[in-house]
């Protein structure tokens, strides 16, 4: 049996070289794998680096539009007070432009009024002027005040006469 004791080494032998030979394959494999893995890790890694950055800037981000909405919120509040000041006024101006539009007619009104008496006055002057032309021309035609006192002293003679009739 030492004969087969041998050819059982020598099998044995092989074997184990063979199988020591798949474990260094196994083992460069694993190896190989475990490289892939380190890098996809390192990538990972990497990638989870820059979500990191990126969260951090979408924070500040955030954080800044919080602030800016905060502001908005207060600039709205100040526009809607003053929209409602604004309200009032275009009401008082409605009122104001009611009061105006009555007033400009009322003012037409005694435009119109106004023309007329202008008219008449201009209807009075022109026989004011034709008086006066009169006038002029019949001062030339009047007596003298000697003439007007012997005219008065007949004038209550008459008087007299009458008053006593």
Same mark, same amino acid.
């Given at each position: 049996?030492?004969?087969?004791?041998?050819?059982?080494?020598?099998?044995?032998?092989?074997?184990?070289?063979?199988?020591?030979?798949?474990?260094?394959?196994?083992?460069?494999?694993?190896?190989?794998?475990?490289?892939?893995?380190?890098?996809?890790?390192?990538?990972?890694?990497?990638?989870?680096?820059?979500?990191?950055?990126?969260?951090?800037?979408?924070?500040?981000?955030?954080?800044?539009? &919080?602030?800016? %909405?905060?502001?908005? *919120?207060? /600039?709205? @509040?100040? #526009? =809607?007070? $003053? !929209?409602?000041? +604004?309200?009032?006024?275009?009401?008082?101006? &409605?009122?104001? %432009?009611?009061?105006? *539009?009555? /007033?400009? @007619?009322? #003012? =037409?009104? $005694? !435009?119109?009024? +106004?023309?007329?008496?202008?008219?008449?006055? &201009?209807?009075?002057?022109?026989?004011?002027?034709? /008086?006066?032309?009169?006038? =002029?021309? $019949?001062?030339?035609?009047?007596?003298?005040?000697?003439?007007?006192?012997?005219?008065?002293?007949?004038?209550?003679?008459?008087?007299?006469?009458?008053?006593?009739?």
């Amino acid at each position: 049996m030492t004969v087969e004791n041998n050819e059982i080494k020598t099998i044995l032998e092989e074997q184990r070289k063979e199988y020591q030979n798949y474990l260094g394959v196994l083992a460069e494999d694993f190896k190989g794998q475990v490289e892939l893995l380190g890098e996809g890790l390192a990538h990972n890694n990497e990638r989870l680096d820059e979500m990191s950055e990126l969260i951090g800037k979408t924070q500040e981000d955030i954080t800044e539009i &919080k602030d800016t %909405m905060a502001v908005m *919120r207060v /600039d709205v @509040a100040v #526009l =809607k007070k $003053d !929209v409602t000041v +604004l309200k009032a006024d275009v009401s008082t101006l &409605k009122t104001d %432009m009611r009061e105006v *539009r009555e /007033d400009v @007619a009322v #003012l =037409k009104t $005694d !435009v119109s009024t +106004l023309k007329t008496d202008g008219k008449a006055t &201009k209807d009075d002057i022109a026989v004011i002027k034709t /008086d006066i032309n009169f006038i =002029k021309n $019949d001062l030339t035609k009047k007596v003298s005040r000697e003439e007007f006192g012997a005219l008065e002293k007949r004038v209550i003679l008459l008087e007299n006469k009458f008053a006593r009739a």
